[in-house]
């Protein structure tokens, strides 16, 4: 039986009328896992109960085989959280290093000399050793999606949530997030929610994809892409019997669907495999509306 | 892995108080306040120097002024503190981590012993300047200095629990704007001054007012700690400062004034 940090249980989550988790059920344990799923499918809410700062209307949650709704499990959770929000905050007028020390002060590190060498250890493994002392506001978008990204590897933590990690970095930044995630220590549990397919192919063992807040797809990412096979195909006009088709680079349309049978077809990748599975459920979901 | 806590939450409060106390005595609201006592503190020695100082009753009260200046920018500071989380956008990602909010609070509220530090610091420089220069002040002055910085505390104290009970940005400034220019009060014991029952003169006296600003200053921190803490737990902080400026009230109201209604308004 797989071992789980994570695990949900017919979880639901309303907002008013609307269903952000209809019942959702996942079980995630080490290694890297990426969640994918159009805007507003639940993943960040998700994300947020798995963080402990959101409760559930139903279902059952458990995390590193605790009750995150029992108040001293909580805060023993939290001791092996680490969390990097969608839109993480910052103190402007602290530096960089006064910042992530506060963080790590509010992680239970009171011991001044071991707190300011473990905050030293993950500045430079964000890469922002030579501007810990810049203050926060005169850091760039990406030195602060960084800096959010430092915090939350705090202590090593035994579960980390990152939500949309590597929005707003750079490509050289982005594969030297991806060289830090894959090297992490200790082999943690890495929930990685995302819109970017490439990290997903690079660095998930195991990919969920969430719409309509219920798990559509669980798997790895090769299995994802091959639900696609056959059913991408190349023509040189737009076909309008494809679910979605676009035209690429070399003038010719990349068409994704159920192809004609005289059909060139092509490679699937995650990112067809995704769209088709997120293009079906939208057409149900207008089709039972 | 690295180790788990180094010791139990409490200790945590000590760091958040070292770091909270430096953005606090850093922060410019307490650096313009810190020019105030100064500039309040740097009138008495030219006088002394000069040698035009009376007494510290006719002197010293442009320093006295301007560490009360001190204090009620320090209130505007910790308030600003207070309300980091809220203005920075870390509220949720703050509530994530294992540190609770009381305990946080408690770190701020220590923090203001920085700033009460350094005005202590200052008066205590002064009053040894005073001494040198052959005007010590008596038993009474000193206690009244004393009570400047406790007021510091009180003031800090105000400012966190403003943030709590009302978190918004607005209020400390026009709380700041009030205090200053309702202090000190018309009525020689009104409640609400911080620098009231001038007419005391005996060092008992005097004393007791040191208890009354101490108890006040309880009960505000047990305030802005009751908004996230168990209800429990403040009982017996609760208790003891309402006992202490209850006492206090009684013994002072009875001693420095004639007539009960007029001193109290």
Redesign the interface.
């Known amino acids: 039986m797989m071992q789980t940090t994570m695990d949900l249980t017919g979880v639901e989550k309303r907002f008013g009328g609307v269903h952000a988790l209809d019942g959702l059920s996942l079980g995630i344990g080490p290694g890297v896992t990426g969640l994918l799923g159009p805007n507003g499918a639940g993943k960040t809410t998700m994300m947020r109960i798995a963080a402990t700062v959101l409760a559930p209307d139903g279902g059952t949650v458990r995390l590193l085989d605790r009750d995150p709704t029992d108040a001293d499990d909580r805060v023993e959770i939290r001791r092996r959280l680490g969390y990097l929000p969608q839109e993480p905050g910052f103190y402007q007028r602290f530096t960089a290093f006064e910042f992530v020390d506060y963080v790590a002060i509010l992680k239970e590190m009171s011991d001044r000399r071991l707190r300011h060498e473990e905050v030293r250890r993950v500045l430079d493994l964000a890469g922002l050793g030579d501007v810990a002392s810049r203050q926060v506001k005169a850091l760039s978008g990406g030195m602060r999606r960084r800096l959010a990204f430092a915090q939350a590897l705090l202590r090593d933590p035994e579960l980390l949530l990152l939500d949309e990690p590597t929005a707003g970095l750079d490509p050289e930044q982005r594969l030297r997030f991806r060289e830090l995630v894959s090297n992490l220590p200790n082999r943690p549990t890495v929930v990685l929610s995302t819109h970017v397919t490439e990290d997903i192919t690079a660095l998930c063992e195991r990919v969920i994809v969430i719409a309509g807040g219920v798990v559509r797809f669980d798997g790895t990412p090769g299995t994802l892409a091959a639900t696609a096979d056959g059913r991408v195909w190349i023509a040189d006009a737009a076909d309008p019997r494809a679910t979605l088709s676009w035209r690429m680079g070399d003038g010719r349309h990349r068409h994704i669907g159920d192809p004609p049978a005289d059909a060139e077809t092509a490679a699937a990748t995650i990112d067809d495999a995704y769209l088709l599975m997120v293009g079906e459920v939208r057409v149900g979901q207008e089709v039972a509306a | 892995?690295?180790?788990?806590?180094?010791?139990p939450?409490g200790?945590?409060v000590?760091?958040?108080s070292r770091?909270e106390g430096w953005?606090l005595v850093s922060h410019p609201i307490v650096l313009t306040g810190l020019a105030f006592a100064l500039l309040g503190c740097a009138s008495f020695v030219r006088a002394l120097v000069t040698g035009s100082a009376i007494s510290w009753d006719e002197d010293g009260w442009m320093a006295s002024v301007g560490v009360l200046m001190l204090g009620i920018l320090t209130m505007v500071a910790t308030n600003h503190s207070a309300l980091?989380?809220r203005r920075?956008?870390?509220?949720?990602?703050?509530?994530?981590?294992?540190?609770?909010p009381p305990v946080?609070t408690s770190g701020l509220l220590v923090a203001s012993l920085w700033p009460a530090g350094i005005a202590a610091v200052l008066v205590v420089a002064l009053a040894a300047f005073g001494a040198a220069k052959g005007l010590a002040p008596d038993s009474v002055e000193l206690i009244h200095l004393a009570e400047r910085v406790v007021s510091i505390l009180l003031l800090g104290a105000i400012g966190i629990a403003l943030a709590a009970w009302v978190p918004s940005p607005f209020v400390a400034p026009v709380v700041a704007w009030f205090l200053f220019f309702m202090t000190p009060g018309e009525a020689p014991a009104a409640w609400h001054s911080l620098v009231p029952w001038e007419t005391m003169n005996s060092t008992g006296l005097a004393m007791w007012h040191l208890v009354y600003l101490a108890g006040l200053t309880a009960a505000v921190a047990a305030l802005a700690l009751a908004k996230t803490s168990r209800p429990r737990a403040l009982i017996v902080p609760a208790i003891a400062s309402m006992t202490l400026i209850s006492v206090s009230a009684v013994v002072l109201v009875d001693g420095a004034c004639p007539s009960v209604g007029r001193c109290l308004l």
């Open positions: 892995m690295i180790a788990a806590a180094d010791g939450p200790s945590v000590p760091a958040l770091v953005q980091r989380d920075e956008h870390t509220v949720e990602q703050h509530a994530t981590l294992p540190v609770r946080r």
